[in-house]
């Protein structure tokens, strides 16, 4: 079941780049203002990982949380002394991928400070995200369709991650659009070498390797279906096919990098202990959430949460859906983006930045609402934009929204 892809080139896509920076500029001043004149968390609450040079006011409250570690790895790499906190159990940055934060590096050697680089990296990404995603869409989809699927992944609570948050989200997400936007174009090769530097960036890059690798098979003729059963046939695929595989290096080099220097090449997996993660009966039973429940008086918290697994719940139900739609390779990928989070977190945290990662959904769900049409799709994507704003303007005042 491959996917109907047509000849139209997204030719609009400066529509989608007016919408990315129209979302951005609200969001910006929601979150400045929010900081400014709204009630904050209690201080102490939400640490701060470092100040901007310039416009700290207006850019400073998107720098919270897990900023910290990135900021320190962008600097100073991953610290020898951080084996004995991998040793003990603790909260160390080998949890954290390296492909963000080498970025953030290579703009540091070109003379531009962290705090700017975090920002302008994301900011960046964030806006080819939307481009490539649209002009991907589009070829999949009718105009109506693909343009409301852009508006339903820029409106999404989460997407404010693609704005300027210090999270690699929108690096991940705009490389792995790229890739697949390049293997519909017929190169396969170039497909690889983002890939790489995808799965450098997130463990679902291994995700995105697989359907690269099963969408080249489909495109060629060389992988078909009969009802759920796959045919395959090696003859019709080229050489450079198999350029796509080279996306699986970036995470290679990763665990050998973490086999080196921590004795694990899973050491950053074995590093989500430190926050009670990874894989294993706790994470799949969800019992951090069932003690969240039972003991943590911060309700507020403890619903943020539960929100976050529903979300990634409905994306999940919305699996099989995609798969026919868009076919195995872009099945594959929003398969391994959404439950590899489910598996491997005990308590649903982040997954709503998550789910922003399972791009094929948002195009799904631009078909459909399509098919809606006005009032429908308005009412669903200004309630989903309402809540951008919600969500948005809390992790300004400090909360821990991801």
């Known amino acids: ?27 910006v001043v929601v979150v400045w203002q929010s900081s400014v004149h709204l009630t904050r968390q209690e201080e102490g609450r939400y640490p701060r990982a470092i100040t901007l040079e310039h416009g700290d006011d ?49 703009l540091g050697v070109l003379g531009v400070s962290t705090g700017f680089a975090l920002v302008g990296v994301t900011l960046l990404a964030g806006l080819g995200a939307t481009v490539v995603l649209h002009k991907l869409f589009t070829l999949q989809m009718s105009r109506a369709a693909s343009r409301r699927a852009t508006l ?46 995808a799965s450098a960036t997130r463990l679902i890059g291994i995700g995105l390797v697989l359907g690269l690798a099963i969408r080249v098979a489909e495109r060629r003729g060389a992988l078909t279906f009969d009802g759920w059963r796959p045919r395959v046939d090696r003859s019709r695929l080229r050489r450079r096919d198999a350029g796509v ?98 598996l491997g977190s005990a308590n649903f945290a982040s997954h709503g930045r998550f789910a922003l990662m399972a791009f094929p959904v948002f195009g799904l769900l631009g078909v459909r609402l399509e098919r809606e049409r006005a009032p429908g799709d308005v009412v669903v994507l200004a309630l989903s934009g309402a809540a951008l704003v919600v969500v948005a303007s809390l992790w300004g005042r400090g909360y821990w929204m991801a």
Request: aromatic letters at 16%; glycine letters at 10%; hydrophobic letters at 55%.
């Open 58 to 106: 207006v850019l400073g409250p998107w720098l919270y949380w897990d900023t910290k570690y990135y900021v320190d790895i962008s600097e100073h790499g991953y610290r020898a002394e951080d084996r004995a906190v991998f040793e003990a159990g603790g909260e160390t940055a080998v949890a954290f991928f390296p492909g963000y934060p080498l970025v953030v590096a290579a």
């Open 245 to 342: 595989l080279f996306g699986a290096s970036g995470l290679a080099a990763w665990m050998v990098v973490c086999w080196v220097r921590y004795g694990d090449p899973l050491a950053f997996s074995t590093a989500q202990r430190g926050w009670s993660q990874g894989f294993g009966p706790r994470s799949w039973f969800k019992l951090g959430l069932i003690d969240q429940l039972q003991h943590n008086q911060e309700r507020f918290f403890v619903t943020r949460l539960v929100l976050q697994g529903l979300v990634m719940l409905l994306f999940a139900i919305a699996l099989p859906a995609v798969w026919r739609r868009f076919g195995a390779g872009y099945g594959t990928y929003s398969v391994v983006v959404v439950m590899l989070p489910l």
């Open 152 to 197: 339903a992944l820029a409106l999404f609570p989460w997407s404010y991650f693609l704005i300027a948050t210090a999270y690699p989200e929108a690096l991940f997400l705009f490389l792995a659009g790229a890739a697949f936007l390049l293997v519909e174009h017929d190169r396969p090769v170039a497909a690889g070498l983002l890939a790489a530097l």
């Open 1 to 27: 079941m491959t996917a109907a892809v047509g000849t139209r080139d997204g030719s609009d896509w400066r529509w989608a780049a007016v919408l990315h920076l129209a979302v951005a500029a609200v969001l």
